[in-house]
């Protein structure tokens, strides 16, 4: 089975959840420490093989393009001031990989934001990564997806388990866990209340999509909250038998949320190195003054 090189991440949402922050910058550029939310979900797919990133973008999101192209005044100034440690760090997120950008003009949904990346992708199979959702590096989600995409040869979600009072936040499966690495999708609903949830188990932000989604996506009426859904072409996937779920056993943050994002934050500076100790002993510090 061919190597999957291609993602799409779609990074035009407006970001309403994040207000004020988010009125005049990308909700994508907030950063978690001093990296921006993208550029982790970036990372996280070349390191699972990716060649080309796909962002499916819109207005107001030029920060995102100027942050992964060459910033020459900075480099320069950088280069100049001898500071090469800062030089080296900046032009290693250029060299990331190949990146190409599609705009989407209206916010019509996640089925129409994949659809707009179509042209770019071709007939390949290719990742799809949700940029609020971001996974302990230590644990790459999309590699997972990957290897369970080989295995099975068929469309891949991954999932985590949810509490049942969040479900009518995800894409919910039915897909019964077998004790192997990915498992049949029989069912797969969008956002549904709890009492028609199939399951706890929810689509976390990370996909493995052959290009027959492309087929269903264009046949998509609005659905939930009037937009195209990709969960109702996923849907279309299961009824064919061509949709499988696997476990991502990574920590996930929805950076979307506010109090996750604090928690991201904390806990990735917690893991850093230079800033990792102190900030441990200044937390110390504060659970005994509040
Ligand atoms: C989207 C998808 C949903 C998925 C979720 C994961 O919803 O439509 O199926 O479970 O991402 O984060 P959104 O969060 O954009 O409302």
């Known amino acids: 089975m061919k190597p999957i090189r291609k993602a799409v991440i779609p990074v035009a949402g407006l970001g309403t959840r994040f207000l004020p922050a988010t009125k005049a910058q990308p909700k994508e550029m907030l950063p978690l420490v001093d990296k921006p939310v ?11 093989g990716i060649e080309s990133v796909i962002l499916v973008t819109g207005r ?5 393009e100027n942050h992964f192209d ?8 950088l280069s100049r001031r001898g500071r090469q440690d800062d030089l080296r760090q900046i032009q290693a997120i250029t060299q990331l990989g190949r990146f190409a950008y599609v705009r989407q003009g209206e916010p019509l949904g996640l089925g129409h934001a994949v659809l707009c990346a179509q042209p770019t992708v071709g007939s390949e199979s290719f ?9 302990d590096e230590a644990d790459p989600a999309l590699s997972a997806l990957i290897k369970a995409h080989h295995e099975s040869g068929v469309s891949v979600v991954g999932v985590q388990q949810v509490p049942l009072e969040h479900v009518s936040r995800y ?4 897909a019964p866990p077998n004790g192997d690495r990915w498992w049949k999708v029989h069912q797969i609903v969008e956002k549904p209340s709890p009492e028609l949830a199939p399951s706890c188990w ?5 996909y493995v999509l052959t290009p027959r989604i492309f087929h269903h996506l264009l046949a998509l009426q609005p659905g939930v909250g009037g937009e195209y859904q990709l969960t109702d072409a996923l849907a279309k996937l299961a009824e064919e038998g061509l949709l499988a779920a696997t476990p991502i056993p990574a920590k996930r943050y929805d950076t979307g949320n506010k109090l996750d994002y604090l928690k991201a934050n904390v806990e990735f500076a917690l893991k850093r190195e230079d800033l990792g100790p102190e900030f441990k002993a200044y937390l110390k510090g504060l659970t005994t003054s509040f």
């Open 38 to 48: 993208i550029q982790h979900v970036v990372e996280e797919a070349i390191h699972a």
């Open 202 to 206: 929810a689509v976390v932000g990370r």
């Open 127 to 135: 990742a799809l990564l949700l940029g609020d959702d971001v996974f």
């Open 70 to 77: 060459v910033a020459y005044e900075l480099e320069d100034t």
């Open 60 to 64: 107001g999101k030029g920060a995102i």
């Open 171 to 174: 894409g919910i499966v039915n």
